[in-house]
């Protein structure tokens, strides 16, 4: 700070008295109208005007690398947020195909015991309809032998 109290802001000597070279200022478009209205002759900028402009530019600055790391902060936070997530989304993932694996072999598993369950029952039929056919021939023997012995009782 103390090396911008010391240099001199005015215009060197040798430039002001050059007639071979215009002023680089004199084609610049002022934007600000003074209070008074009228063309303002350049005032020359104190040593405070100077090392405050230059304080204010540090600060500037500060605040432009706060923001970036700010900036980087958040972008990281975002990239572990990603990729906590795609972690999550493939753990998710995996569960749901270890899921459908499962729900696929207890489906086939009760379709196995639905197929047993059915042969079973068929069989089961088959061996009732054999036991009803059994029980009629027996019912018919029984009638046609013991029919003889009715006949006879009543004599």
Avoid at 35 to 60: F, K, N, Q, Y
Wanted: charge should be negative; charged fraction near 35%; glycine fraction near 6%.
């Amino acid at each position: 700070m103390e090396t911008t109290r010391k240099l001199r802001w005015e215009r060197p000597a040798g430039l002001a008295t050059g007639p071979h070279r215009p002023d680089p200022l004199a084609s610049l478009v002022r934007l600000v109208r003074s209070p008074t209205g009228g063309p303002d002759a350049p005032s020359p900028a104190s040593h405070e005007d100077w090392a405050g402009l230059i304080d204010r530019v540090r600060a500037a600055a500060g605040r432009a690398r706060e923001a970036e790391a700010h900036a980087l902060d958040r972008e990281q936070q975002m990239q572990d947020l990603m990729r906590q997530a795609r972690a999550e989304v493939d753990a998710a993932e995996g569960r749901v195909r270890a899921a459908e694996i499962r729900a696929a072999a207890a489906e086939m598993h009760a379709e196995t015991r639905i197929r047993e369950a059915e042969t079973r029952a068929e069989q089961a039929e088959a061996r009732a309809r054999a036991a009803e056919d059994w029980l009629m021939r027996i019912h018919e023997t029984v009638v046609s032998e013991f029919a003889d012995l009715d006949g006879e009782d009543e004599r």
